[in-house]
């Protein structure tokens, strides 16, 4: 099966400018997460998708971040105005089965470069 | 709050030497763990659940509640198993990780 796809892979933007990700998931996995790689630290969660209903979204910094899956399938991740701190590898991962369940597959990941 | 602690960022061992990458955690609940692991130039990808105790690649690990250990053994490193190894705590349907810890396997 096709894994999960994300685009792009790199970016690099000035502060105060706006970026999208784009995630598509593995086919039939109903499950979406958008994690934040810093460099040097374990992946942190962002926000998770049931189909199209957002499960938890506590740690998305919301004054600036966005993410939507609008039809149930692929998500958007917006950041808009960045800032320094938001330099990082930004994870898609999906899984079949809800919650505790169902392993994770990530994608390859996006990474942003913030100047 | 639930969090996954690994304590070395780097672990450095010689080819067929005992490798033992530790992972302590915090919940008061029932935990779920999981390792995952990234090879240079992959994704990151599922290693091994403690639900399934199973041995991946000669790679165990054993879910300790008492010391809320869940440290992942291999009892005779390999050159391939040089990677960014991280481990997972799944609470209700959160999924937390630690911050990693790189294995290099030296010749």
């Known amino acids: 099966e096709a894994g999960v796809a994300q685009s792009p892979r790199y970016k690099i933007i000035e502060k105060r400018q706006s970026v999208a990700f784009w995630c598509n998931p593995i086919?039939?996995?109903?499950?979406l997460y958008w994690y934040q790689q810093i460099l040097g630290q374990g992946p942190k969660l962002l926000i998770q998708f049931q189909n199209n209903g957002v499960v938890d979204d506590s740690q998305l910094p919301k004054d600036r971040f966005s993410a939507e899956r609008l039809k149930g399938v692929d998500s958007t991740l917006k950041i808009q105005p960045a800032k320094l701190e938001d330099s990082a590898v930004y994870l898609c991962?999906?899984?079949?089965?809800?919650?505790?369940?169902?392993?994770?597959?990530f994608g390859e990941g996006s990474r942003l470069t913030v100047l | 709050a639930q969090r996954v602690t690994q304590p070395e960022k780097l672990l450095s061992v010689f080819k067929g030497a005992p490798v033992e990458l530790k992972c302590n955690y915090s919940y008061s609940g029932s935990p779920e763990l999981f390792w995952y692991v990234q090879y240079s130039r992959q994704r990151l990808q599922l290693l091994l659940r403690h639900i399934s105790r199973e041995s991946i690649k000669g790679f165990t690990a054993d879910l300790n509640k008492g010391e809320t250990s869940f440290h992942l053994k291999k009892p005779f490193a390999q050159e391939e198993d040089s990677a960014m190894y991280y481990c997972a705590l799944v609470y209700g349907q959160n999924f937390v990780f630690g911050p990693g810890t790189r294995l290099s396997v030296l010749p």
């Open positions: 086919s039939g996995h109903a499950t």
């Open positions: 991962a999906s899984s079949r089965l809800r919650g505790t369940a169902g392993e994770l597959f």
